[in-house]
């Protein structure tokens, strides 16, 4: 679950005040962010994932929820894949349309777990991590809903997410490292009663030194099968990866598929 910082910088709504989401992607995340992505930034990961949801669109249109700075949705595009795509941060969206390409793409900024685009899409998709940016179970099966509202009869629903880690908590422990660096240093604190998780960033630029806690949700590959039956949606299928590599007990991730069914 846990890679590195920007595996929680997915998308701008991890948290609310009085039923408003917050952003914590302002601009001075959104001004580094395609800079730290690392992995997730490597040109063979992004071809594997959009490659693999240009094939679940079956050549119909995508909805993109935390669509970021484009990292995914502009190689889909590319693809010949119509996307369109939602999210809370100004900043973010900033960056994306400032990019090549970005005119293909249509966007909406705004919640999305509640907001809605007037059509019907043969895909919906969130990937790294961003189904954990609701940090209810309430915002998380809304966030369902909301997807199979926006397929049409057979569209799919995809996410990719990350395997709770809790097998690494010693009895009694809340703590987790995950970045130790001579620039970054990062916990993740657990709640094992509600489910809750922070993920605490120390990073040092230069003479400047921030600090960074970011509340997330975690949830269990078969609560969203639960979440997704409560929308109308069936599971089609889960994998350890884009590659669409069996999933296992001991996978860190998992990248499932629910459809909507015909009629």
Known sequence: MRAGLTRRF????????????????????????????????????????AQFLADEARGGAALEFGIGTGRIALPLRERGVEVYGIDLSESMLARLHAKPGAQGVHTVQGDFATTKIDRRFRLAYLVFNTINNLTSQDDQVACFQNAADH????????????????????????????AVTARHLGFDEYDLVEQGLVSHHYSID??????????????????????????????????????????????????????????
Request: charged share 25%.
């Open 206 to 263: 230069g003479d400047r030194a921030s600090v960074r806690p970011i509340p997330f949700r975690y949830v269990w590959p078969a609560e969203l099968d639960l979440m997704a039956r409560l929308a109308g949606l069936r599971r089609q299928a889960r994998y350890a990866d884009w590659d669409r590599s069996p999933f296992t007990a001991t996978s860190p991730k998992h990248v499932s598929v629910w459809e909507k069914p015909a009629g």
């Open 151 to 178: 397929l049409e009869p057979g569209g799919r629903f995809v996410i990719e997410v990350g395997v709770p880690q809790l097998q690494r908590l010693p009895v009694g422990e809340r703590f987790v490292p995950f």
């Open 10 to 49: 997915a998308v701008a709504r991890p948290g609310t005040v009085e039923g408003v989401p917050t952003d914590h992607f302002g601009e001075d995340v959104a001004a580094h962010y395609d800079e730290t992505l690392e992995e997730m930034g490597e040109a063979a990961t992004v071809a594997r994932t």
